[in-house]
């Protein structure tokens, strides 16, 4: 990138300037190994090159980034404030019988997170520590940036830039211990901005849960921009579970990566219940015989809110299984956009694929864009999909009203019983429990909301 | 209990029900027969107040009261329970969250003290024991994967627990094994009492055993073409309902 040219004679839109000069302005202060920053300088310049997505761009049909760009986010100073151990407790119980890694904007608060001391070799680490050039920097120097390359994405190649923080987890070969790990994200601040990090390995014939939730305490403009590698090996077993419920002013922007080998099983558990703006990028690449990937999803929003969920599952080899699901409830002004693609190798026969999108529209203003898309190149496969766009059962409500419950309450009934079997699906009971309260009280905010703008 | 005056009601834009008269004193049980397309079950959806069924002239009161303005939920606490011919299976809504909600709305409308997870639960059992329901039933989703006879028997089960005032009854017996009826009727009898009134509505005598009523009608038509006492119901299931729908349609043409 050439210094010497003024921002006056740069063409680019305001919104890619800003985070130009920042990373300029940044590199006197980054101190990381040569490999780490020749990463960065290519990141950065991918992203000079291509800017932020415009809607001319068939991934970005139905999302327009402009929200983002207007503001210009700042990395927070060092003045982040973690969550008392009682906000902790209310924010996720479930975190208390979890090894759990707390972040706030992206930086690990070691106060708050309980992580294993070579516990039989399961590693929880400050991704930063492996940056700075820490017992972890080989491991991550071999894995980073491969799952989830940023030379078209302009949003992973800012977070490849500018990453301070987040995760290391690797599962060491055999792993068994039903304690899940918890990532909790809490962002604060106002027009602050974070690019959490997470690398996921999993072992041969390792099994695990792995929980990123991310939240905001209170309210102010964010902008979460997370990127999440995952690696399963042989035989893994793995459940991804992604929870997104900041305020209603901030943005978020998830990109996860998978690469499944041989017989390995990846669940994935997407619920989106916050956010102004929303975009989760899904790709799973089955690699390897005998791979699983089971894809699940729940987005529910009102207002003027977006979601937006982009899948890609990559059938690259013979007999791999790949299920879809995702649900989306949408109340007042909101959108959503589902596009789900399947790719089947020319020679990834005996592929089994399905994909369901059901959309629960609870507002004639809410909309939703569904968009199923199979693109099938090998002939013995088995491939389905389907998305359907209804409102609540009218046989449904009457049976519950009969029975005395009040419309509005039987409305809230009908909506939480749809959204229900994501959470449901969720691996421990304790965890399905937790996810299926934060389901349940964001339906019934959703319902008390579209009450109060019809009145 | 109830009063139907000259009633005539739609369902969606077809006039089916054209002109009954139906009076039902408190502790009767009446039985309504008829052929399909009779408009039996209109009649019933009528009276609980679905959404898409308008009465068109005529009037129904319940307890003295016009039923046309009340919601259906306030018909519920009211004390009108329709068993459906059909129960709705609701997947992701817990059986015996829906029952305990539906319960404590119609009691907090009652002026009783609404129950708790223990007490409702102690109170569920001891019912679900009358109509031999098995006890997993309570933590499924609302009828979802129950068998005909369980859904009727969790039909017969919520009517046991909210003790409704007016019980109507739609083709409960339809899809029943004789077994299966046997122990819904059982059930039902159990809220055979001098303040409660019952309507039931059913194609087939065979119910009737069970539940012997006081007075039968039959519908035809829209209308109500003959009343009578039990024996009513026998006389059908030997002759059909033929001759009856014959004699509707000469009436209606004079």
């Known amino acids: 990138m050439s210094r010497s040219s003024s921002t006056g004679d740069d063409e680019r839109p305001l919104g890619t300037r800003h985070y130009l000069e920042r990373f300029a302005r940044a590199a006197q202060h980054r101190a990381g190994p040569g490999w780490l920053e020749t990463l960065r300088g290519e990141a950065i310049a991918s992203f000079a090159e291509i800017g932020f997505p415009t809607r001319r761009l068939e991934e970005w049909r139905y999302t ?379 339906v019934e905010t959703l319902t008390a909301d579209m009450e109060g703008s019809e009145t | 209990m109830l009063e139907i005056k000259q009633l005539h009601a739609n369902a969606g834009d077809t006039p089916i029900i054209r002109g009954i008269d139906l009076s039902i004193k408190a502790g009767e049980i009446h039985a309504i027969m008829g052929p399909n397309g009779s408009g039996k079950s209109t009649l019933s959806n009528v009276l609980a107040g679905k959404p898409g069924y308008e009465v068109t002239s005529g009037e129904i009161l319940f307890k003295g009261r016009d039923l046309s303005e009340m919601e259906p939920e306030v018909r519920a606490r009211e004390g009108i329970f329709l068993a459906f011919q059909y129960p709705v299976e609701i997947p992701g809504v817990n059986n015996s969250y829906f029952l305990k909600a539906s319960l404590n709305a119609i009691r907090e409308h009652r002026g009783e003290p609404t129950l708790d997870a223990m007490d409702f639960l102690a109170l569920a059992k001891e019912k679900m024991s009358h109509v031999e329901m098995p006890s997993d039933l309570m933590n499924r989703s609302i009828n979802e994967g129950f068998s005909g006879g369980e859904k009727k028997r969790n039909e017969v089960l919520q009517m046991l627990l909210l003790e409704p005032a007016l019980c109507i009854l739609d083709e409960t017996d339809s899809g029943l094994d004789i077994d299966a009826l046997r122990v819904v009727a059982g059930g039902v009898n159990l809220l055979r009492s001098p303040e409660r009134s019952m309507l039931i509505i059913t194609h087939y005598q065979r119910l009737l055993d069970y539940i012997v009523p006081d007075y039968v009608h039959v519908l035809a038509d829209g209308r109500i073409v003959r009343s009578g006492g039990k024996e009513l119901a026998l006389e059908l299931d030997q002759k059909g309902y033929g001759w009856i729908e014959e004699q509707a349609r000469t009436e209606g043409h004079e």
Request: some cysteine; glycine content about 8%; proline content about 5%.
């Open chain 1, 64 to 442: 327009s980034t402009a929200p983002i760009e207007r503001v210009a986010f700042e990395l927070p100073e060092s003045d982040r404030s973690a969550p008392t151990p009682e906000e902790l407790a209310e924010i996720a119980p479930c975190a208390s019988q979890a090894w759990r890694a707390v972040f706030v904007d992206g930086r690990l608060c070691a106060e708050r997170s309980v992580l294993p001391a070579d516990s039989g070799g399961l590693r929880i680490d400050s991704l930063a520590d492996a940056l700075a050039g820490g017992e972890g920097e080989a491991l991550v120097a071999a894995h980073l940036a491969r799952q989830a390359p940023f030379k078209n994405d302009a949003f992973t190649a800012l977070n490849t830039a500018f990453m301070e923080d987040g995760a290391l987890v690797e599962i060491p070969p055999g792993w068994q211990e039903e304690r899940p790990l918890y990532l909790l994200f809490v962002s604060t601040g106002n027009e602050t901005i974070s690019h959490p990090r997470t690398l996921v390995i999993a072992r041969p014939g390792s099994r695990a849960t792995l929980i990123q939730d991310h939240v905001s305490l209170d309210s102010g403009t964010r902008f979460s921009n997370a990127v999440c590698e995952v690696l399963a090996e042989e035989n893994a077993a793995l459940d991804l579970v992604l929870i997104q419920r900041e305020n209603a002013q901030s943005y978020h922007v998830s990109n996860l990566q998978a690469v499944q080998e041989r017989d390995s099983r990846v669940a994935l558990h997407t619920i989106t219940l916050g956010g102004a703006l929303v975009r989760n990028e899904l790709g799973l690449m089955l690699a390897a015989p005998g791979a699983e990937a089971d894809l699940r999803g729940l987005f529910l929003g009102g207002s003027r809110r977006h979601i937006d969920n982009h899948t890609l599952v990559d059938h690259a080899v013979p007999h791999c299984t790949s299920r879809q699901l995702y649900k989306g409830i949408l109340g007042g002004h909101a959108r959503g956009v589902f596009r789900g693609r399947v790719i089947v190798r020319p020679d990834a026969q005996k592929s089994d694929a399905l994909q369901s999108n059901p959309n629960l529209l609870l507002a004639n203003q809410a909309e939703i864009n569904t968009k199923p898309q199979l693109e099938i190149r090998a002939d013995d496969v088995k491939c389905s999909h389907g998305s359907t766009i209804g409102q609540l059962d009218r046989e449904a409500l009457f049976y519950l009203r009969s029975r005395g419950v009040e419309e509005r309450a039987a409305r809230m009934l009908l909506t939480r019983g749809f959204a229900a079997e994501i959470a449901a699906g969720l691996p421990l009971e304790s965890l399905s429990g937790w996810a299926r309260q934060l389901v349940d009280s964001a």
